[in-house]
């Protein structure tokens, strides 16, 4: 920088005349506007804005100046600069505005292309259906108890006041060891209930027994000889029929919905006293197909009710035979199939397509049912 | 039980316009299950008239043989003329009595009926036959009646075509409701109308000149009642009503003798048995079989008999198997027709046995010589043995009513003494056992209802009557009021269920299991544990290995699979081929389940004891029922074929490898927060170059890779099938583990690459090992990103190329304190693994 000059005036120096510097700005200006892209913005900016630029320089003239002088050139020259950057930056603003424009139409993809690259996987209705019920009575306080899937007579039959003379514990209906004593493929869960029961020093016992059951018939489109089930135990003071009642109608509302309720019929079971078989109202008709042929109703044959299963009243010799005082303890229990639930609950219409795990059917059941 | 409606208002004088439906309802809310109401003759409609045969024109030019019939209706063709009828039923003659429908009638089916032009003549109706009129099936040819009818006779109603009956499941306790006897008392209770009972009636008291009879085993036989009946007319016939009733009932009319023992049957519930006198030699005996007996049963077929089996013999030897089938020498003769004098002949003398055995007895015997019998099923279920006597008499009375016999007077009847077995209930036990509020006055009358005698007020002893065997215990009686106040009357509430802890560690892992494999692409199959040689052969099993050693199934729907899985993988590449086959070859499949495992020898496994059932089991008992037992471990279990990623726009398709199959454990041991090392290993059936032996610690828990080729292609899989397997119960031995949080350091990370060369045998995991342990505490973590081979490096030989990201937890690293950290741990691994630094 050179030093102030007391008789130097900046209208003589070429450079810092106010026409020139008009002239720098205007050029600078038309330069901005000619830029057609970002590029060539940038190449107006470095020539018009740049360290050597001629506004730069003339700027740089300023310091020679006496100081009565370069008030009035810095201010021009100011002024010029900040329209100049005005500008530019205007136009960047204008021309970035216009790339992004192209640039994201060109960038356009078809949303619509087909993207199933990721292989898909589910969990079988079977299990997500037992969890499912689960979820329900562990809410409720229950425990879900699990026992072996090959089990003992005693613990699968005679506990349950199922003598040696039940036709159930004939090669027709039962899985029997080859070269063994009284050892089975379980055909219920209900060992597991007097397992909990021995289990428990003493009562409260409320439990829940999914699993895995074997009976000898042959797969067809209503019957597999695997399946699974669901049973229920409860055993402590003073447990009654309408806890029973009370209990299933929490089930079957907590699975099908509001206002869906159970009926019990009586029936015979062994390991129950009283027996009934429980029903629930249908909860596709609710009972509206009933008598009215305009709207029959599949799920329930028109009935209005869907059948569940077994159910009643720990038969006191049961307790017996677990070491339970029945005199001062009586429970309940039912059980059920878990295929036969899902299939009407869901329109299943052939049992070979729950067992035989073709990826189709399972797919569309997905973590949660 | 078959009920027809007509037959059971005779016992209870039901309101005149219930239905089927309706009693059908009351019954099901009584416990008797109701599985439906059968209208007979719902869309008949009349004329159908008795006719009588007049003519019989043969018309021979058809290809078969046809009759022009002449049939006299009397007035019910409305002109008095003979009806002209064509009919291709050869088994009448003239002046038989037939059944005619008459045009403008509707046969079942519906079938309407109108003249029409047949075989050249005009046809006016049909003579017809028990199948045409929906009565059976087991007659082809036309219905001939008993000449006493008049021409013209409505046959709807002498035929009784209209009729509901109900059909009804008999539960096993309710045996007395094999009868009309018992399901008229459950109708007359459910309706609140007295019951005419059929047992009450007259019976003259025993005497000692009845057929002789001799019980020896009076365990087995208690009750044994036998009458006579002489001069029976062989060519009797069974009367359309009983003939009617009976095929109601749902069985077949077959001579009078058996149609009246199976309509007392299907009246009272007693099964009876009707002999030839002239055929039984000596008295009849009531003893068990000799081991190894022989009888020829009604049915014709020869039995080897075990010494179990309780007989009726006679001096001869067995005539019969108590309660189960009679012998076929004692039968009552078929009646046979002198064809040249017309004279019958056939059984005039017979001897009716109405008997009581034991229900277990019974049962065993039938089981053993797999014979059903109608009546073996009420053996079983319990019969009134005090209803013996009176069904006996009521035989007796049909044989002399519709037979024209003769009883004798001689009078059988012996009688084991049996307990009166009474119970003892607080009578308030039903309103406990309901939760609703009886009342005494209310359970009395029920109990009394039902047949029981009733003493006692807070403690009432109740006395069940003797058709009810299955009233034993206080809950039995609690189940009978409860039923018949009505199980729908009963209040909903729920008990005080003490406070939960959800599901177990166990439960959860198997779901998250589930949900983490199934969110990888996994599609989760339940497949049979039956597995038989055949795949193990296949997979290349050898013989000695522990999953060659199988619990076996005595009694297995196909004797290809006899025994239960030790390994998942049967089930699961059966599935896979299922898919495969079936044209999806894109597939993972996935299963949770027990395998069954024997370990040694144990003496005591599948020996479980046969426990009391009076007493709770001791622990050492209890023990003793487990050591039966197999081990049944919970496993998971992976097997995967064709693309992982199929062909897209984004590009080539990726197969499932070996590498998924180890990454599926890898997502398994994340569920249940262990870390798995993997080695090298060789293990059947998955290929020995690519098959991984997982482990927790030093413990085994599984195996993963690729399948074998040659298992592949004996299963008939994809080539490169993949698998995965894991033992869950040996993956979680450890217990529960609770992840711990990790310190985040916020100073900025340094990342540091390193390619090192190593000899191709040398494991990544064990370079990856010795970089972590040179490297010290400041890695934060390492990552394999390329594996290279090529002329550079030089023949067997691999350069792998780490990230390495170091940080301190307190500041920001030094270049230096990164670099010093990434050469440590070089060296290391130039120590360990003979690594050297790609140049
Ligand atoms: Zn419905």
């Known amino acids: 920088m050179s030093a102030p000059n007391k008789s130097y005036d900046p209208v003589e120096v070429e450079a810092l005349k106010p026409e020139e510097i008009e002239r720098l700005r205007d050029e600078a200006l038309a330069a901005f506007a000619a830029a057609t892209d970002l590029d060539a913005l940038h190449e107006a900016k470095v020539a018009h804005m740049g360290d050597r630029s001629p506004l730069a320089l003339a700027n740089r003239e300023i310091g020679a100046l006496p100081p009565a002088?370069?008030?009035?050139?810095?201010?021009?020259?100011?002024?010029?600069?900040?329209?100049?950057?005005?500008?530019?930056?205007?136009?960047?603003?204008?021309?970035?505005?216009?790339?992004?424009?192209?640039?994201?139409?060109?960038?356009?993809?078809?949303?619509?292309?087909?993207?199933?690259?990721?292989?898909?996987?589910?969990?079988?209705?079977?299990?997500?259906?037992?969890?499912?019920?689960?979820?329900?009575?562990?809410?409720?306080?229950?425990?879900?108890?699990?026992?072996?899937?090959?089990?003992?007579?005693?613990?699968?039959?005679?506990?349950?006041?199922?003598?040696?003379?039940?036709?159930?514990?004939?090669?027709?209906?039962?899985?029997?060891?080859?070269?063994?004593?009284?050892?089975?493929?379980?055909?219920?869960?209900?060992?597991?209930?007097?397992?909990?029961?021995?289990?428990?020093?003493?009562?409260?016992?409320?439990?829940?027994?999914?699993?895995?059951?074997?009976?000898?018939?042959?797969?067809?489109?209503?019957?597999?000889?695997?399946?699974?089930?669901?049973e229920l135990l409860a055993v402590d003071e003073g447990l009654t029929m309408a806890d029973l009642k009370g209990t299933l109608d929490h089930m079957v509302e907590s699975l099908f919905?509001?206002?869906?309720?159970?009926?019990?019929?009586?029936?015979?079971?062994?390991?129950?006293?009283?027996?009934?078989?429980?029903?629930?109202?249908?909860?596709?008709?609710?009972?509206?197909?009933?008598?009215?042929?305009?709207?029959?109703?599949?799920?329930?044959?028109?009935?209005?009710?869907?059948?569940?299963?077994?159910?009643?009243?720990?038969?006191?010799?049961?307790?017996?035979?677990?070491?339970?005082?029945?005199?001062?303890?009586?429970?309940?229990?039912?059980?059920?199939?878990?295929?036969?639930?899902?299939?009407?609950?869901?329109?299943?219409?052939?049992m070979r397509d729950i067992v035989e795990g073709d990826v189709r059917f399972t797919l569309p059941f997905g973590m949660e049912i | 039980m078959r009920v027809p409606l007509s037959w059971l208002r005779e016992y209870v004088d039901l309101p005149a316009g219930e239905t089927g439906r309706d009693i059908q309802a009351k019954l099901i809310r009584a416990g008797l299950e109701v599985e439906g109401v059968e209208a007979l003759g719902a869309d008949l409609k009349g004329p159908l008239v008795v006719g009588q045969v007049l003519a019989i024109e043969e018309l021979t030019e058809f290809k078969k043989p046809i009759r022009y019939c002449q049939v006299d209706v009397g007035d019910a063709n409305g002109t008095g003329e003979p009806q002209n009828i064509v009919c291709g039923a050869r088994n009448f003659a003239v002046g038989d009595k037939v059944v005619?429908?008459?045009?403008?009638?509707?046969?079942?089916?519906?079938?309407?009926?109108?003249?029409?032009?047949?075989?050249?003549?005009?046809?006016?109706g049909m003579i017809c036959s028990a199948r045409e009129l929906g009565m059976g099936d087991d007659h082809d040819g036309i219905i001939v009646l008993p000449p006493e009818y008049e021409p013209g006779t409505d046959a709807i109603e002498l035929l009784e075509l209209v009729d509901e009956v109900l059909d009804i499941a008999v539960t096993a306790d309710r045996g007395y409701c094999l009868s009309l006897r018992g399901v008229a008392r459950e109708t007359a209770i459910a309706y609140g109308l007295p019951l005419r009972d059929p047992a009450l009636i007259d019976v003259p008291p025993a005497n000692s000149y009845g057929p002789a009879v001799k019980v020896e085993d009076q365990a087995?036989?208690?009750?044994?009642?036998?009458?006579?009946?002489?001069?029976?007319?062989?060519?009797?016939?069974?009367?359309?009503?009983m003939q009617r009733r009976?095929?109601?009932?749902?069985?077949?009319?077959?001579?009078?003798?058996?149609?009246?023992?199976?309509?007392?049957?299907?009246?009272?519930?007693?099964?009876?048995?009707?002999?030839?006198?002239?055929?039984?030699?000596?008295?009849?005996?009531v003893r068990r079989a000799a081991q190894g007996e022989k009888l020829r049963t009604l049915d014709g077929v020869e039995r080897t008999l075990d010494a179990e089996d309780l007989l009726i013999c006679d001096d001869s030897g067995p005539i019969g198997i108590a309660g189960v089938m009679g012998g076929a020498g004692t039968e009552i003769a078929d009646a046979v027709v002198d064809p040249e004098t017309g004279e019958v002949t056939g059984t005039t003398e017979i001897v009716i046995e109405a008997a009581h055995f034991a229900p277990v007895s019974i049962a065993r015997t039938a089981r053993r010589h797999k014979l059903p019998s109608e009546a073996a099923k009420r053996f079983e279920r319990g019969v009134d043995p005090e209803a013996a006597k009176a069904a006996a008499q009521r035989a007796v009375d049909l044989l002399v009513l519709v037979a024209g016999g003769t009883a004798e007077a001689g009078v059988t009847d012996i009688v084991a003494p049996h307990p009166v077995h009474a119970i003892s209930i607080a009578a308030d036990l039903p309103d406990r056992v309901a939760g609703q509020e009886y009342g005494r006055e209310t359970v009395v009358r029920r109990l009394q209802e039902v047949?029981?005698?009733?003493?006692?007020?807070?403690?009432?002893?109740?006395?069940?009557?003797?058709?009810?065997?299955?009233?034993?215990?206080?809950?039995?009686?609690?189940?009978?009021?409860?039923?018949?106040?009505?199980?729908?009357?009963?209040?909903?509430?729920?008990?005080?269920?003490?406070?939960?802890?959800?599901?177990?560690?166990?439960?959860?892992?198997?779901?998250?299991?589930?949900?983490?494999?199934?969110?990888?692409?996994?599609?989760?199959?339940?497949?049979?544990?039956?597995?038989?040689?055949?795949?193990?052969?296949?997979?290349?099993?050898?013989?000695?290995?522990?999953?060659?050693?199988?619990?076996?199934?005595?009694?297995?729907?196909?004797?290809?699979?006899?025994?239960?899985?030790?390994?998942?993988?049967p089930g699961l590449l059966g599935a896979l081929h299922r898919n495969v086959g079936r044209g999806m070859m894109d597939v993972a499949l996935f299963e949770l389940g027990r395998v069954f495992r024997v370990d040694g020898t144990a003496e005591t496994l599948y020996h479980a004891p046969r426990l009391p059932v009076d007493r709770r089991p001791t622990e050492d008992e209890i023990a003793q029922l487990d050591a039966a037992l197999p081990r049944q471990p919970y496993r998971v279990g992976a097997v995967f074929a064709g693309n992982r990623e199929p062909q897209g726009w984004w590009g080539k398709p990726q197969a499932w490898t070996w590498a998924d199959a180890v990454e599926a454990a890898r997502t398994v041991a994340d569920a249940a927060r262990v870390s798995l090392t993997v080695r090298q290993d060789?293990?059947?059936?998955?290929?020995?170059?690519?098959?991984a032996a997982l482990y927790v610690g030093e413990q085994l828990v599984g195996h993963a890779g690729e399948l074998h080729p040659r298992a592949?292609?004996?299963?008939?899989?994809?080539?490169?099938?993949?698998?995965?397997?894991?033992?869950?119960?040996?993956?979680?031995?450890?217990?529960?583990?609770?992840?711990?949080?990790?310190?985040?350091?916020?100073f900025p990370v340094a990342t540091q690459d390193v390619a090192l060369v190593v000899d191709d045998a040398v494991k990544a995991a064990d370079v990856e090992a010795a970089l972590r342990a040179g490297a010290g505490p400041l890695l934060e973590s390492l990552r394999l990103f390329d594996v290279y081979r090529g002329e550079s490096i030089g023949a067997g030989r691999k350069s792998l190329a780490y990230a390495l990201r170091f940080r301190a937890a307190d500041r920001t690293l030094t270049a230096d304190e990164a670099s010093a950290a990434r050469e440590s741990a070089v060296a290391e691994a130039a120590t360990r693994v003979g690594a050297t630094l790609r140049g």
């Not at chain 1, 690259?117 to 969990?123: F, L, N, Q, W």
């Not at chain 2, 009926?113 to 047949?118: F, G, H």
């Not at chain 2, 060789?682 to 098959?691: D, I, L, N, V, Y």
Request: charged share 25%.
């Open chain 2, 712 to 746: 592949v292609k004996a299963l008939n899989l994809p080539e490169r099938t993949c698998a995965m397997e894991l033992d869950l119960d040996l993956l979680t031995a450890g217990g529960a583990v609770r992840a711990e949080a990790p310190k985040i350091s916020t």
């Open chain 2, 220 to 241: 087995g036989c208690d009750r044994f009642v036998a009458r006579s009946v002489v001069g029976v007319d062989p060519a009797a016939k069974s009367p359309i009503w």
């Open chain 1, 257 to 350: 919905g509001e206002g869906i309720s159970t009926r019990l019929r009586p029936n015979y079971f062994p390991f129950t006293e009283p027996s009934a078989e429980m029903d629930m109202v249908c909860f596709v008709c609710r009972g509206e197909s009933v008598g009215n042929p305009d709207r029959p109703c599949r799920t329930c044959s028109s009935e209005g009710w869907i059948e569940l299963g077994g159910c009643g009243m720990v038969n006191p010799r049961v307790l017996v035979a677990c070491g339970i005082d029945p005199n001062k303890y009586s429970g309940f229990a039912f059980g059920f199939g878990i295929e036969r639930m899902l299939m009407f609950r869901h329109n299943v219409e052939d």
């Open chain 2, 246 to 285: 009976i095929q109601k009932a749902g069985m077949r009319p077959i001579s009078l003798a058996v149609d009246i023992t199976n309509y007392v049957m299907l009246e009272m519930g007693q099964p009876l048995h009707a002999y030839d006198r002239h055929r039984i030699d000596g008295a009849i005996t």
């Open chain 2, 451 to 569: 047949g029981c005698t009733v003493v006692g007020t807070d403690v009432l002893v109740v006395t069940p009557p003797t058709w009810r065997p299955d009233l034993t215990d206080p809950n039995d009686l609690c189940e009978e009021v409860i039923r018949l106040e009505g199980y729908e009357n009963l209040p909903s509430t729920l008990p005080n269920v003490p406070a939960g802890r959800g599901l177990t560690e166990a439960q959860r892992l198997r779901r998250r299991i589930g949900i983490a494999l199934a969110s990888a692409g996994h599609v989760e199959v339940q497949n049979y544990p039956f597995i038989g040689e055949a795949v193990l052969d296949a997979l290349g099993i050898e013989a000695g290995d522990p999953r060659r050693d199988t619990v076996k199934i005595a009694n297995p729907i196909s004797h290809e699979e006899p025994s239960l899985r030790t390994t998942l993988l």
């Open chain 2, 100 to 124: 005619v429908v008459l045009p403008g009638a509707v046969l079942p089916g519906p079938f309407p009926i109108a003249a029409r032009q047949t075989y050249g003549k005009t046809s006016e």
């Open chain 2, 682 to 691: 060789q293990h059947t059936p998955w290929h020995p170059g690519r098959c």
């Open chain 1, 69 to 230: 002088a370069k008030a009035e050139a810095g201010k021009r020259v100011g002024a010029a600069r900040g329209a100049v950057n005005k500008a530019f930056a205007a136009r960047k603003v204008e021309l970035e505005a216009e790339r992004d424009a192209r640039v994201l139409v060109e960038e356009a993809v078809d949303v619509t292309l087909p993207y199933d690259r990721a292989p898909r996987g589910g969990r079988h209705p079977l299990t997500t259906f037992a969890e499912r019920l689960m979820d329900v009575f562990t809410a409720m306080g229950y425990s879900v108890a699990e026992g072996p899937e090959v089990e003992a007579e005693w613990l699968n039959f005679d506990a349950l006041n199922m003598g040696p003379d039940h036709p159930a514990r004939s090669t027709q209906d039962t899985f029997f060891l080859k070269d063994a004593d009284s050892v089975v493929l379980r055909t219920h869960t209900s060992g597991v209930q007097i397992r909990s029961l021995l289990a428990a020093s003493e009562p409260p016992v409320y439990v829940i027994c999914p699993g895995r059951v074997f009976r000898s018939d042959e797969l067809d489109a209503t019957h597999t000889p695997v399946f699974n089930q669901v």
